[in-house]
Structure formats: C-alpha cells, structure tokens
C-alpha cells in the first residue's frame, strides 16, 4: 500500500496500549524506519505506566508523543492531523454483561469527545474502530455480511451494550461527517487477534492460547459452532491507514481476512494441532449456562471485506499465522514478566 498521504502528518491513536492500537503503532514506526514517511504518533492510554511499558524505549523520539487521560476527557496541545479511535471497554463479553453502564459510558462520551477534538484540530481524517457486532443476528446464515446489511440486537439483554455502543458511535461518526463536514469514516471489524493481546484478556482466543501455554486441555462451555471470519491484528492496522488514507467520509468498511472462516471448534483444534508438544485436548463442558459468560447464540457471522479491498486493502496473514502470533506473544509477555 501507498499511504504517502499520511507521510509528514500527525496521527492519534486512542487506546494506544490495547491490541489494535500497539500494532497500529508498530505499523506505523515500520513506515518510519523503511519508508522515511516521518508520521508523528500520538499515542494515547488512560495508564502512564502501561504507555511507558509498552513504549518507554521511544518516548524521546521526535516522532513519538503521548496523551494520557481518559478517552471521555481527551486532550491534546499539539496538532493532529488524523485520529484512530479505537480505545473502548474490551476483554470480553462478561466485562460488558458485568458493566453495561461502564461500557455504554465509555462508548458514547468518548467518541464524542474524540469528534469534538477531531473537530478543534481540523483533522484531516478519523476513523472509528467499530465490530461485526453492530450486525446483530442476520437470520441469513448463508450470506456473508454486507455494510448494507442489519440484524436483530436484544436491547434487554445488558450485553448489548457493547453492541449498541458501537451502533450509536457510528451513529454519530456518520452525523459529524453529514453535520459538520468532519471526514468520518467507520471499521467494522470482525474477530481479531495476534501479537499484543492482553494476557488479562478472557476471549475464546485467548483461553486456547493460555491453555496451550499452559500445558492443558481446551475446554469449550458451548458446542462450537458459531463461525466467522478473523483478521490478524497486524493486517487490520494495515487497513485503519487505508481507510484513513483513501476511505470516503461518511461511510463504513467491513475489515475481515475471508480466507480464515472457521467455527470455534475448530478453531481451538487448530491450536491443538499447530502445538501438540502442549498435549492439549478438546474437552466439551455443557453443564453451566453459556449465557452466564455472555456468550452469543450460535450463529454464522462472515463478514464480506469487498469494499476495503477495493482501497487496495488485502490480508496478509492466515489463521495459523494469527494463532503463532498470539501465542508467542502471550509466551513472551510471560517471560518479561517472570
């Protein structure tokens, strides 16, 4: 991708510390290091000590500038060119059955103060990460799914708070834009995961990859049968610059790697058979309440990544490469934290 548009501009990330944002960091200092683009990142997190965790090695960079504050009090002196929102309430779906309030909170005030501050700044671009789950439940499980497509979500269920967190964010990302002329544009993304997830994180990604780690068998609460498509964490950095760099305001863009449709069930296999010196096994526990952990209905969720890739977006990596990615990053967290 040419994203020498963005060369010499300054570019925000919100949630800076979280999965997507550390690799849109990486992405984007390897565009420093081999392309000379000169993107200054303003990298932004609620915890001064996870930022100079992560980063401590270049907060005396020219290049590198950080903003600490919550994301619904957002603040920054300098100039910003672009913002990528993706800072957000993550973790899990018992973080947003457990804390509704705190998720739909932290959804909505800060997206607004983010447009109010892409606002102030005149920025020349912002994107909001958004997820597959705005679709809901389709009722067409054959059809991959569309930005023009919508589902039913349970607004009764405190679940779907997460879900109508996203949906009013884009909501007002797509009011901005109509409003006030701000070039707004949205990311759906689909299930991501590799290099970065927290070893705090509870998704089933993560559970497979800890007990692979761990030398212990995969268990499953639910059979396994919901499919979708995923997205290496490195690849959708990729696509966030695209967007911001060609995507047109006011509109939203599917990001999923197509390739790597698969259900849950296979999924942890696939752990299995990519590290059988664990000597981990798939074992079925159907006795408690799925919905207890907040876990969704089964159903297909594919997301169809046309549009993006019409940017000149395309996946580079497959899900064994994804599953090698979380896990050696897990395994390294382990040892620096030993």
Same mark, same amino acid.
């Given at each position: ?5 963005? +060369? ?25 290091? #081999? ?7 303003? /990298? ?5 000590? #996870?930022?100079?965790? &992560?980063?401590?090695? +270049? ?27 993706? /800072?957000?309430? @993550?973790? !899990?779906?018992?973080?947003? $059955? ?7 909170? @932290? ?7 983010? &447009? ?19 679709? !809901?439940? @389709? ?8 930005? @023009?497509?919508?589902? +039913? ?28 002329? &701000? ?22 990604? /993560? ?30 950095? /990729?696509?966030?610059?695209? *967007? ?53 209905? *089964? ?11 019409? $940017? ?25 934290? #030993?």
């Amino acid at each position: 991708m040419d994203f020498s548009a963005l +060369y010499n501009k300054s570019i925000m990330i919100t949630g800076a510390t979280g999965m997507i944002g550390q690799n849109i960091v990486s992405y984007i200092r390897r565009l420093n290091e #081999k392309k000379n683009a000169a993107i200054t990142i303003i /990298a932004h997190g609620r915890s001064e000590e #996870k930022l100079k965790a &992560l980063y401590g090695e +270049y907060l005396n960079e020219a290049l590198f500038k950080t903003t600490i504050f919550d994301v619904t009090e957002l603040q920054y002196d300098g100039p910003v060119d672009y913002i990528i929102h993706t /800072a957000s309430i @993550t973790g !899990g779906s018992k973080q947003h $059955l457990d804390y509704p309030m705190r998720t739909l909170g @932290t959804a909505i005030n800060g997206t607004r103060r983010v &447009l109010d501050l892409a606002m102030d700044k005149h920025c020349q671009g912002v994107v909001f990460l958004s997820s597959l789950e705005v679709y !809901g439940y @389709t009722g067409n499980a054959e059809k991959n799914i569309t930005e @023009t497509d919508g589902g +039913y979500i349970d607004t009764m269920n405190p679940r779907s708070s997460y879900s109508e967190g996203k949906r009013i964010s884009e909501c007002m990302f797509t009011a901005y834009a109509k409003q006030y002329g &701000l070039p707004a544009m949205v990311a759906r993304l689909t299930a991501s995961f590799g290099a970065g997830v927290s070893p705090k994180d509870n998704r089933v990604f /993560a559970q497979f990859a800890k007990s692979i780690l761990a030398g212990e068998d995969i268990i499953l609460k639910s059979t396994g049968e919901t499919v979708r498509d995923y997205c290496d964490a490195m690849d959708v950095a /990729a696509a966030l610059l695209t *967007i911001l760099a060609f995507g047109t305001p006011g509109q939203a863009y599917n990001v999923a790697n197509m390739d790597t449709e698969i259900s849950i069930r296979d999924l942890a296999q696939k752990f299995i058979d990519l590290y059988p010196e664990a000597g981990s096994k798939l074992v079925f526990d159907l006795k408690e309440d799925s919905a207890k952990f907040g876990y969704n209905p *089964i159903m297909r969720n594919v997301l169809d990544s046309t549009k993006l890739m019409s $940017l000149g977006w395309e996946p580079e990596y497959s899900i064994d490469d994804m599953i090698r990615h979380l896990v050696e990053s897990l395994r390294k967290n382990r040892r620096v934290n #030993k």
